[in-house]
């Protein structure tokens, strides 16, 4: 895999297209590929309906070892799946990740999947996505513009400080990625998330990884896999 970073400053469905797959030790040779990543990383410090979806569970447990039959590898993942995580894939809304084995399905309003820690229930993952016409991030403007909105705008409620850690940009198979590490505090607790963005299909991705944020950095490298691993599918 070649990879090659550059380091800036901050400024200011139907069920059978949702699988879930194996550990890859447990799938065929051919499904684990690599592909050709350009990074860039801009940071700072921190300054302070029921049945249907009861039928794709069902679904989602019975046909994860006929995955690699079902989809051309070329469509899953750029690299292996990692061990003791699943991964995800959503053929017919364009989109893939991998998540913690124990982790379980839940409902996330608005959201096209969801999966959390069965324990550590705010610990968790979730997708969703809305059209565009634009055909990249790029498109939405300037990245510092962009990720400043983006969090203090859409992501933190009216009662939350927004603190921005991390910006990472990244380029898989031509498609540009947005992940963004940053914390919410309010009154009563805070978080911690990744945000991993992507415009393809005519839609615009946004998943969301998040945890207690006094668990963050015990946790933090084991959530980072699910925000990295996040792909859009051409559909």
């Not at 921005?164 to 805070?190: A, H, W």
């Amino acid at each position: 895999m070649a990879v090659s970073s550059l380091s800036l400053s901050w400024v200011s469905t139907t069920s059978s297209n949702k699988l879930n797959l194996p550990y890859s030790n447990d799938l065929p040779r051919d499904t684990a590929l690599s592909s050709r990543n350009n990074t860039i990383t801009c940071s700072r410090e921190t300054a302070s309906s029921v049945e249907s979806h009861c039928k794709r569970r069902l679904l989602l447990l019975k046909v994860g070892a006929l995955t690699a039959s079902l989809l051309p590898a070329s469509s899953l993942f750029a690299q292996e799946i990692p061990a003791n995580y699943r991964a995800f894939v959503d053929s017919e809304d364009g989109y893939s990740y991998v998540y913690p084995s124990e982790w379980r399905e839940f409902d996330f309003r608005a959201h096209d999947s969801a999966f959390k820690d069965k324990f550590m229930q705010l610990h968790n993952v979730r997708v969703r996505f809305i059209p565009t016409d634009k055909k990249d991030i790029h498109d939405m403007g300037p990245m510092e513009e962009v990720v400043y909105y983006l969090v203090k705008h859409v992501y933190a409620a009216p009662n939350q400080v927004a603190d921005i850690i991390n910006v990472q940009e990244k380029t898989v198979d031509g498609r540009n990625y947005y992940t963004i590490e940053f914390q919410l505090s309010s009154p009563n607790f805070s978080t911690v998330s990744f945000a991993t963005i992507a415009i393809g299909n005519g839609r615009y991705y946004t998943m969301i990884v998040v945890a207690n944020e006094r668990r963050w950095r015990r946790y933090r490298n084991r959530l980072k896999v699910i925000a990295d691993s996040f792909k859009v599918l051409d559909i």
